[in-house]
């Protein structure tokens, strides 16, 4: 629909990183994507050269979500501190602090970092980690309405 009134389409968030495989499998766990069919792990001792350059998820419409692209060398953001600003991050959201509670511990599970626990504002509840190659992300309570405002 977006074509038709002369608009690019957003197809995915790309992120870089230097173990693509890794990245994607913390994404697919953490937000429950599959891998674009042809992207999934080989068996056990097999070769990965997808998972060495190029890899997609998607939801379970099988609409395409994130990618991860393998580069050679990826400074971690240093946000808040730091000389090395987060670049861009990824707003997750939850219907309750109850759901916020429940994704901290499977994001610490993953291998997710903490970054800011914001989780006892009032307003918006919220905490920051970064991912397995330091990609700051925000999981947040917002109701399906404020969702759409972004952060």
């Known amino acids: 629909m977006a074509a038709e009134h002369g608009f690019p389409e957003l197809r995915q968030v790309v992120l870089d990183c230097t173990d693509a495989r890794a990245l994607a499998e913390f994404y697919r766990e953490l937000l429950g994507l599959r891998y674009r069919p042809g992207d999934e792990p080989p068996a056990p001792g097999q070769p990965d050269p997808l998972g060495q350059d190029w890899l997609v998820l998607r939801d379970a419409a099988g609409t395409t979500r994130v990618a991860f692209q393998q580069v050679a060398e990826f400074p971690q953001a240093t946000w808040p501190d730091g ?4 670049q861009l ?3 997750l959201t939850v219907p309750t602090a ?20 914001r989780s006892g504002d009032p307003e918006e509840p919220l905490r920051v980690y970064a991912d397995l190659a330091g990609h700051p992300f925000c999981i947040f309570v917002a109701h399906p309405a404020a969702a759409s405002a972004g952060g």
């Open 83 to 86: 000389p090395i600003p987060q």
């Open 89 to 91: 991050h990824l707003d």
């Open 98 to 117: 109850g759901d916020l509670d429940v994704q901290h511990e499977r994001a610490l599970a993953l291998g997710a970092r903490l970054l800011d626990d």
